[in-house]
């Protein structure tokens, strides 16, 4: 059975912000002293050459058991058992020869952006989340309550709260009943994407992906960044100033605020996209990526078009939907989609450039060559992608995961 995650606001009263942000500091100190003991511990084991002191999961969490300080009694046991859980992972994740992004795990500090805790005795029902209340705690523990009530019905495994900000979210897992499989008519409807710098077109219609209100976001954060590297610049010793982390913390902000139009955005599309297609097909977008330069605001996009496709990959898996990511080498802007035909650097009038072709400089036109079809570019590069996973024989089309 799979866990699906609901990432939800949550706003906790005075008192409730106060337990959370104890139980911040607490998950930060159990994972220190986890990595200062399991570090101690392996250690040990090399110097004595012994390898049945090695550390585990076990072993460290029963030595921080052992040594708790009466404070500790106050706060939620179970944060100590997730925390060193987590550490756990990611030594494991850190020695997967699979995962080679994987950092090794490393001292969390209170000044880090993000901070949060994890539980798994947290219970809601309707639109509150209640936490877990330890025997010998001086708190009064009260409901919180949540931007909107749980998506899904099942099991609740974990809840894990994070602050960014001044704002709480609750990212709550749950164990699902799987979705049936959908019994598609024998159509093979496909859903193309063709996505660019500021729209995505799909046969559904277009997505303006650079609204005026990201535009304006936009523009704050290069003025933001102007400040901040001329502060750095005038006084480069003293950048823990107040007045330069008052401008980083508003910088963090319209970032957090970019980040949040832009998963509205995404999850909107791809829940649309997955919805209505059986088979959906984008482009390799590293390749796409690569073509945007290193402008900071086109990173923006760039970080739009990876969360984009993780997202369609996953609505997908998760709904038995087939995802086609077209070949780096299909020319989705160069073929005609009505005859095939290939504008390559040889042919009369040129590739397609972003000016459009040599002859017709229409940036945004598609003229055929050899069949005269006029089409809108990107609604060609669609209809494009569309043949090239209508084209594939079943057994090449991919079914992610
Ligand atoms: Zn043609």
Known sequence: ????????????????????????????????????????MYDASRLLDDKKLRPSERKVRDELVENKARWQRRLSARVLQTAIHRLHQAWQNFFNPNMPDAHKPKFHSKRDAKQSFTTDRAKVAGRFLQLDRPLKTTHHFTKIKMAEALRFTGQIKTVTITKRGNKFYASINVLVEDTPRPTFSESWDIGGIDLNVGHINWNGGVVNTFTPRMSALHQRIKVYQKQLNRKRRENPKQFRSKNYQRLQAKLNQTYQQVNALQDDLIHKFSHQIVRDYPVICLEDLN????KMGKDKVKGLQRSLFRRLRTAIEDKAAWQHRQVVIADRCFPSTQRCSRCGYVKTADSY?????????????????YRCYECGFVIDRDDNAVQNLIAYAAGLPPERVTVQR
């Open 1 to 40: 059975m799979p866990i699906k995650t609901h990432k939800l606001r949550i706003y906790p009263n005075a008192e409730m912000k106060t337990v959370i942000t104890e139980l911040m500091d607490y998950n930060r100190f159990c994972w220190n002293r986890g990595l200062e003991t399991w570090q101690d």
């Open 287 to 290: 390749v796409r990526a690569m």
């Open 349 to 365: 009038g040129g590739k397609m450039t972003l000016q459009g072709d040599s002859i017709y400089h229409q940036h945004h036109t």
